[in-house]
C-alpha cells in the first residue's frame, strides 16, 4: 500500500495525475499526501462527512452515511455484513426492506435531524457513482443496492455467489 501511496505522490507532482476523485476516504490525513493534493488541477471529494480531504477538494459531493443506505461492508475480521438504513432519506431506500420508519425515526430526540421532519438529499454512494460514470460516457444501469451487489459478486472472486440473503443478519467471514 505504500508503494501505491508513493506512486500517486509521484504522479501528482511530475503532474501525469490532474484530477483526483476520492471516494468515502480521507486521504489528507496522510501528511505527504496533504502536501501534493494542492498541486491538483481538480480534487473531487465523495463523503458523507467533513474531513480534511472535504476541506482541500474543489468539488464536494455529499452522499449518504451508513445508517442511511443499503448495502454492504466488510469489517476489519474479513466479515461481509449488511447495511440497512437505520432512518429514512428523501430517497426513502428502507422500502426495500418494506420499511417505512424505525424506532429512530419514530423517536427521535430534539437533536436529531431526522426527528424534525427534514429529510436531506443525500444519495447512496452507487447512485452517485452511476450517475458520474454514465455522465462520462458508461452504461451502468442499476436500480438498487442489490443489483450492485449481484453485479460484484458475479465479478469479484471473494464474494462469488454470495447474496443478500445468504450473508443474511450475521455476515460470513470472507476468504481474502
Given at each position: 500500500?505504500?508503494?501505491?501511496?508513493?506512486?500517486?505522490?509521484?504522479?501528482?507532482?511530475?503532474?501525469?495525475?490532474?484530477?483526483?476523485?476520492?471516494m468515502e476516504d480521507n486521504i489528507a490525513l496522510d501528511s505527504k499526501?496533504?502536501?501534493?493534493?494542492?498541486?491538483?488541477?481538480?480534487?473531487?471529494?465523495?463523503?458523507?462527512?467533513?474531513?480534511?480531504?472535504?476541506?482541500?477538494?474543489?468539488?464536494?459531493?455529499?452522499?449518504?452515511?451508513?445508517?442511511?443506505?443499503?448495502?454492504?461492508?466488510?469489517?476489519?475480521?474479513?466479515?461481509?455484513?449488511?447495511?440497512?438504513?437505520?432512518?429514512?432519506?428523501?430517497?426513502?431506500?428502507?422500502?426495500?426492506?418494506?420499511?417505512?420508519?424505525?424506532?429512530?425515526?419514530?423517536?427521535?430526540?430534539?437533536?436529531?435531524?431526522?426527528?424534525?421532519?427534514?429529510?436531506?438529499?443525500?444519495?447512496?454512494?452507487?447512485?452517485?457513482?452511476?450517475?458520474?460514470?454514465?455522465?462520462?460516457?458508461?452504461?451502468?444501469?442499476?436500480?438498487?443496492?442489490?443489483?450492485?451487489?449481484?453485479?460484484?459478486?458475479?465479478?469479484?472472486?471473494?464474494?462469488?455467489?454470495?447474496?443478500?440473503?445468504?450473508?443474511?443478519?450475521?455476515?460470513?467471514?470472507?476468504?481474502?
Open positions: 500500500m505504500a508503494g501505491n501511496r508513493e506512486t500517486l505522490i509521484a504522479n501528482i507532482v511530475k503532474r501525469s495525475i490532474k484530477v483526483l476523485y476520492v499526501l496533504f502536501k501534493v493534493l494542492p498541486q491538483l488541477e481538480l480534487l473531487v471529494v465523495h463523503a458523507s462527512e467533513r474531513s480534511e480531504s472535504t476541506d482541500l477538494a474543489d468539488h464536494v459531493i455529499s452522499v449518504s452515511n451508513t445508517m442511511e443506505r443499503h448495502g454492504t461492508m466488510i469489517n476489519f475480521q474479513k466479515r461481509i455484513q449488511r447495511l440497512r438504513p437505520a432512518v429514512v432519506t428523501i430517497e426513502q431506500e428502507r422500502r426495500l426492506e418494506n420499511l417505512s420508519m424505525s424506532r429512530w425515526d419514530a423517536f427521535a430526540a430534539p437533536n436529531d435531524r431526522w426527528g424534525k421532519g427534514v429529510m436531506r438529499d443525500a444519495r447512496a454512494s452507487w447512485r452517485v457513482l452511476q450517475a458520474v460514470a454514465n455522465g462520462l460516457g458508461g452504461k451502468m444501469k442499476f436500480t438498487s443496492a442489490d443489483d450492485v451487489f449481484k453485479e460484484m459478486a458475479e465479478k469479484i472472486p471473494a464474494l462469488k455467489g454470495l447474496s443478500y440473503l445468504k450473508i443474511g443478519s450475521k455476515g460470513l467471514p470472507l476468504k481474502l
